[in-house]
């Protein structure tokens, strides 16, 4: 079964950083497209990061220039990294896989989230 865990959650001051970690298995992760969501209470979840097999990337505007999305296919492990971090980020973070064992017919896997707090 595909599993992901997230780490690295916590409370920030403003202007602060954080490192949100995801491990993943049940997944061929080296082709694997990944994710970072976030949803905040009473708010639909949100696109926040994604990265390719081949490193692509790509990230909502509201975050461009301050959070960076890696992975480390070794370790099957996608990171987020999270600068200069604001109250607006305060969210529920989630990973997400893809997992396509046919093409157009791909299904996305969630790991359980990890707190991100940012107080003012």
């Known amino acids: 079964q595909v599993t992901l865990v997230e780490s690295g959650g916590g409370l920030v001051r403003a202007g602060g950083s954080l490192r949100l970690s995801c491990a993943a298995s049940?997944?061929?992760?080296?082709?694997?497209?990944l994710a970072w969501y976030r949803q905040a209470p009473g708010k639909q979840r949100e696109l926040v990061a994604t990265?390719?097999?081949?490193?692509?990337?790509n990230y909502v505007d509201s975050v461009k220039g301050r959070f960076t999305i890696s992975r480390d296919n070794a370790k099957n492990q996608v990171y987020l990294q999270m600068n200069s971090l604001k109250p607006e980020d305060t969210a529920v973070y989630y990973c997400?896989?893809?997992?396509?064992?046919?093409?157009?017919?791909?299904?996305?896997?969630w790991g359980q989230g990890t707190q991100v707090t940012v107080s003012s």
């Open positions: 049940g997944v061929i992760f080296r082709i694997t497209p």
């Open positions: 997400a896989a893809e997992k396509c064992p046919i093409i157009e017919n791909c299904s996305r896997y």
């Open positions: 990265i390719t097999s081949r490193e692509d990337t």
